[in-house]
């Protein structure tokens, strides 16, 4: 859950507030209540609340009895001289979010050029190249990226894991 959850909630409450002002308008704009109204006041608790419950799951506090301590040099987990894992992505998007979560371990590119057609999109020479030395292929699947489909046929000596 983690961070996913804290977001969710997020977004919940904003489209939550974003209802509740524009109701909150719109009825004071017709004088159906009068501003200074009980309702408004309840119509907002739930979204107070509903805020402090989300900020109080996104605690980052250490469990008694345990110390953060930063990793040494002995401890470190790749260095420097280590060579970047390529990644191939089909998507600019899935490309950034390989970069985001590989950091500097990773050299992510993307396939289909930003603005492209990616339902459309004809691989190109140089990209079946760059495919055929990818350590890690990076697919949205679900028919998105069929012109991934011919490619991985004609790799034979791809291995291909899906989970």
Sequence with gaps: MGGNYFFK????????????IHWVGALEITNKIKPNSLWIRLAFLPAIVLLFLSVACGTD???????????????????SASPKINVQATTTVLADMVRVIGGDMVESTSIVP?????????????????????????????????????ELDNSKDLMLSMW
């Design 61 to 79: 506090a250490t469990p008694t009895g345990v110390t953060k301590k930063p990793a040494g040099p002995s401890q470190s987990i790749q260095t």
């Design 9 to 20: 909630h997020i977004d919940t409450l904003y489209h939550y507030l974003r209802f509740l």
């Design 114 to 150: 930003a603005g492209a057609d990616v339902h459309i999109y004809q691989v190109s020479p140089s990209q079946r190249i760059a495919i055929s030395k990818a350590r890690l292929l990076v697919s949205n699947g679900l028919g998105l990226d069929d012109f991934l489909n011919s």
